[in-house]
């Protein structure tokens, strides 16, 4: 059974910083693209950041770009993401995704973890 | 970045009804149309891919069709627990991006 396991969300101050991480198991995690997905309080879904199997590739939504890093470590299995220079409108609830078939770039998603909460306020 | 417009933003039926939800493209996206359905305090769940491929184990009564800019997302006959909230996501172009959502609501 694929499991996605988000932890690392919580309240931190506007300019401040948080690493959320993602748990795999289930699946050959080396083989496929990920991705964070986020969902502000009532809204809707907006993709953030895209990672390759390999890791050698990274993908960055505008609105994130030079302040978020993701990364991987195929030997544990984990998804990172480095969020420096929050701001109140990264606060959102983020959700570690699995692509459905790609390898080197983000297509679409077909496992999703429950998601962990980021606020950003003072 | 293309944008995705859905439509209606609610759309009210009674259970056995037919639903209809639109996703229109700002410019072409070829079939590369994906369409998840969100529960309260859920994760999303991928429906369809492809523009009309099922996902694995999804229902016979959800069809996706269209291509270009102009898609849709039929649920033939709605069960209770078709009333959620359906997003569309285009990988055509970078940034992926995602339509604003439409509620299908219990009329």
């Known amino acids: 059974e694929v499991q996605l396991l988000e932890s690392g969300g919580g309240l931190v101050q506007p300019g401040g910083s948080l690493r959320l991480s993602c748990a795999a198991s289930?699946?050959?995690?080396?083989?496929?693209?990920m991705s964070w997905v986020r969902q502000a309080p009532g809204k809707g879904l907006e993709w953030v950041s895209g990672?390759?199997?390999?890791?050698?590739?990274?993908y960055y939504a505008g609105s994130v770009k030079g302040r978020f890093t993701i990364s991987r470590d195929n030997s544990k299995n984990t998804l990172d993401l480095q969020m420096n220079s929050l701001r109140a409108e990264d606060t959102a609830v983020y959700y570690c995704?699995?692509?459905?078939?790609?390898?080197?770039?983000?297509?679409?998603?077909?496992?999703w973890g429950q998601g962990t909460l980021v606020t950003v306020s003072s | 970045e293309i944008v995705l417009t859905q439509s209606p933003a609610t759309l009210s039926l009674s259970p056995g009804e037919r639903a209809t939800l639109s996703c229109r493209a700002s410019?072409?996206?070829?079939?590369?149309l994906a369409w998840y359905q969100q529960k309260p305090g859920q994760a999303p769940r991928l429906l369809i891919y492809?523009?009309?491929n099922r996902a694995t184990d999804i229902p016979a009564r959800f069809s996706g069709s269209g291509s270009g800019t102009d898609f849709t997302l039929t649920i033939s006959s709605l069960e209770p627990e078709d009333f959620a909230v359906y997003y569309c996501?285009?990988?055509?172009?970078?940034?992926?991006?995602f339509g604003g959502g439409t509620k299908v609501e219990i009329k």
């Open positions: 990672i390759s199997n390999s890791g050698g590739s990274t």
């Open positions: 996501q285009q990988r055509s172009n970078w940034p992926l991006t």
């Open positions: 492809g523009a009309s």
């Open positions: 995704a699995k692509d459905r078939i790609c390898s080197s770039t983000s297509c679409n998603f077909d496992y």
């Open positions: 289930g699946f050959t995690f080396s083989s496929y693209a």
């Open positions: 410019q072409s996206v070829s079939s590369y």
